[in-house]
């Protein structure tokens, strides 16, 4: 028997099929490799949201509190947009709603920048009885100790604007009489006084010692001093000439400079130490390098003194200079190419200029009509403030170490402090200053 199950046909492999579904091809329909129904045209989509979106009837019969009716209709404007459920079915995706409700996020707050105000009172006004007003002199400037140091006649005063105390640190011969300029040294210690009889004196204002006299470098008085570091004394005289003092040695006189024909009334260094700027009364504003005794270059362009110069802080090859009683006119330098880059009509004569420390900003004082400082926002020279106080042409204005006050002072004999800048509570270490090309040392002797 067992032999004949052995001899029972086999079945004929070839009539077997695969089932659709297991087909290795796709099929016409595309299916692909998953089993997605397809219900065609047996569903009507029109319907189905009608049915889902119909309230049923025991919402519809359900009685609710005003209260929770009122929630529900501030909830289906808000959220739902009108509708009664949640998820329903679209041809297209609703946008997002955004709803008042929704806390904003950190990226939608952007901090509005705090507009900086400019007092347009002086925050103190000091007395300056017989202070010598001439734009051949300069008798205000304000050291690196945040003192403050001003000529009356035969007299320098130091105000200490931290504790607010006044000292007389020099009376000078009635021969040497008046002072006619003042300059600190960098190192907020030693001050240079020149006087009306061609004589600079060195004093020591912790010790109020006189340190050195130059004396046979002028003939007339000097009107103009600048350091280049705290040995090298720049002064210029009542006939046009230069003198580079090397306050160290005994022949202190080690460059002269020749270029101007009349008075020289603005000198000042650039912060690399490299460039000399001075304006006189010849109407000239000559650039020089320190190691040339020839101008770099030469600037006829005023039609007036010019007694207002300033280097840029942030940009060494910029100059910007100011014409007197005719000229009216802030000129901006390049002093590398040697091409005036602007000119600007302030209406009045320029005084003195400065350089904003905190700011893309440039501050002027002026002459009559107004007697004010202005302030400049550059490159633009849009005026965005204009300090008014005093009654006759500010002819002195020097700036504080921390940039946020100003002092300046007239033939009103007063002299006004302003507040240019908030005082920032941040401490920052202090800046060495520039010490130029040839400095050695750092001290008088």
Same mark, same amino acid.
């Given at each position: 028997m067992d032999a004949d199950i052995y001899r029972e046909p086999l079945p004929d492999v070839r009539r077997w099929r695969r089932p659709p579904w297991a087909s290795s091809r796709p099929t016409t329909r595309g299916f692909g490799d998953r089993f997605i129904p397809n219900r065609g045209d047996r569903m009507n989509m029109n319907i189905a949201e009608a049915l889902l979106n119909i309230p049923r009837k025991d919402e519809s019969t359900e009685e609710v509190s005003p209260s929770r009716a009122a929630y529900r209709k501030l909830l289906s404007d808000t959220m739902l947009q009108g509708r009664t459920r949640v998820f329903s079915f679209s041809n297209r995706p609703r946008s997002p709603l955004k709803s008042s409700l929704e806390a904003p996020t950190p990226t939608h707050i952007q901090p509005a920048r705090k507009r900086r105000q400019i007092p347009q009172a002086p925050e103190k006004t000091l007395d300056a009885p017989d202070i010598v007003c001439d734009d051949r002199?300069?008798?205000?400037?304000?050291?690196?100790?945040?003192?403050? %140091?001003? $000529? &009356?006649?035969?007299?320098?005063?130091?105000?200490n604007a931290t504790d607010g105390s006044t000292t007389e640190l020099v009376t000078v011969p009635e021969s040497s009489a008046p002072i006619t300029s003042v300059s600190w040294a960098p190192d907020g210690r030693h001050i240079a006084i020149g006087q009306c009889n061609s004589i600079v004196e060195l004093y020591d204002v912790t010790t109020k010692k006189l340190l050195r006299t130059l004396a046979?470098?002028?003939?007339?008085?000097?009107?103009?001093?600048?350091?280049?570091?705290?040995?090298?004394?720049?002064?210029?005289?009542?006939?046009?000439?230069?003198?580079?003092?090397?306050?160290?040695?005994? %022949?202190? $006189? &080690?460059?002269?400079?020749r270029g101007h024909d009349d008075v020289i009334c603005g000198l000042k260094w650039s912060s690399c130490g490299k460039h000399l700027a001075s304006g006189g009364a010849d109407k000239l504003l000559n650039i020089w390098d320190v190691s040339r005794s020839s101008p770099l270059h030469r600037f006829s362009n005023h039609t007036s003194t010019v007694r207002a110069v300033a280097w840029c802080p942030f940009k060494d090859n910029l100059l910007a200079s100011g014409g007197g009683e005719t000229d009216h006119c802030i000129k901006f330098w390049n002093v590398s190419a040697g091409t005036c880059l602007k000119s600007v009509e302030t209406g009045s004569e320029v005084c003195g200029l400065l350089w904003s420390k905190h700011e893309r900003e440039l501050l002027s004082s002026h002459g009559p009509e107004k007697n004010q400082i202005a302030v400049w926002k550059y490159p633009s020279m849009t005026k965005i403030a204009e300090l008014t106080g005093h009654t006759s042409s500010v002819l002195y204005m020097t700036q504080s170490p921390d940039g946020c006050q100003v002092a300046s002072a007239s033939s009103d004999e007063t002299l006004k402090l302003w507040q240019i800048n908030e005082k920032s509570t941040e401490k920052k270490a202090p800046k060495s200053p520039h010490m130029g090309p040839t400095n050695m040392y750092s001290y008088i002797r």
């Open positions: 002199f300069n008798v205000l400037d304000w050291g690196n100790k945040n003192v403050l %140091s001003v $000529a &009356v006649d035969d007299k320098v005063y130091l105000w046979g470098i002028h003939q007339g008085p000097v009107g103009s001093l600048a350091w280049n570091n705290n040995h090298l004394l720049t002064t210029g005289g009542e006939h046009g000439e230069i003198i580079n003092n090397d306050v160290r040695i005994q %022949s202190h $006189a &080690v460059r002269s400079y």
